[in-house]
Each structure stands twice: as C-alpha cells, then as structure tokens.
C-alpha cells in the first residue's frame, strides 16, 4: 500500500474534513452484512489509523453499535451530507477510516478481506493476500 502522506479526505459537502499524517496501520475489505448495510455495497472497506496519525476539522456526528465480539463501535459520520467517515473500534488508538473518502484513494489497495462467509458469490477481488471466514485473529501486534 502506497499512500502519499499526507493525505487529505472528508465528507460530501465538505462539511468534516481530516488529513492523515502517519503511514496506515492496514486497509481491509469486510464482508460481513453490518458493513454491507453500512456502505450500501457488496462490502466495506476500512483504514486502520493510529488515532494521532488523524487531524480532524469540523465535528461529525456519532451513534454507536455493538460488533458481532459484543465490543463497542463508534460510527461518525456528516450530520449533512450524511457520508460514513470512520469508526472507532473498542481499541481507542485506532480510528478506520472509510477510503472511498480520502480525496485521492488511487494508490490503497487492500490485502486482507473478512467475513467471507457472507461474501456475495459475483465479488472477486485481485491483490487479497489473507480472508478470513469471520472475525481475523486480534491484531495485539500492530499496537506496537
């Protein structure tokens, strides 16, 4: 993955804006349904962030869900345009990003996939380097 940094994005209206100053932790597809609802799509797509990596302007708005692991997610999105921005899963150091809203997301491609088993049969992906059935194994080590 080959993200020239830093890297700017932000909502539809222009309302939130942020701007990535650190390399990404990962980029994965996730096909599970709550991400299919979430994007409207096939699947969703997540930039894992260190949080001090992620400069924000503007304040989103938030509502939070429980994952499938019974953890918290936090979702926050553009109370105008309504464009999903990231989430912040239960480990507070990282924010994950939705790609699509990076100004120039031309040079991400992801490498891992998830939840396949919910994956929709007409989807086939180039570049994938581990999928996963559900939930990957915790990823402790990319805390350090």
Known sequence: MSLALPAEGGCQCGAIRYRLTGEPVYLT???CRECQK????????SLRMRREHVEITGAPKTWK???????PVVC?????CG????HEPAEAEFLH???????DFSTVAPRYESW?????EWVSLSGIEL????QPPSRRRDRA
């Open 38 to 45: 979430q994007s409207g799509s096939a699947f969703g797509m």
């Open 116 to 120: 396949t088993q919910s994956k929709a």
């Open 65 to 71: 869900r429980l994952a499938d692991s019974g953890n």
């Open 97 to 103: 990003i939705k790609p699509g809203t990076l100004d």
């Open 29 to 31: 597809l996730c096909h």
């Open 131 to 134: 999928a996963f059935e559900r």
């Open 76 to 80: 926050a999105f553009c109370e105008t």
């Open 83 to 86: 464009t999903r921005l990231w």
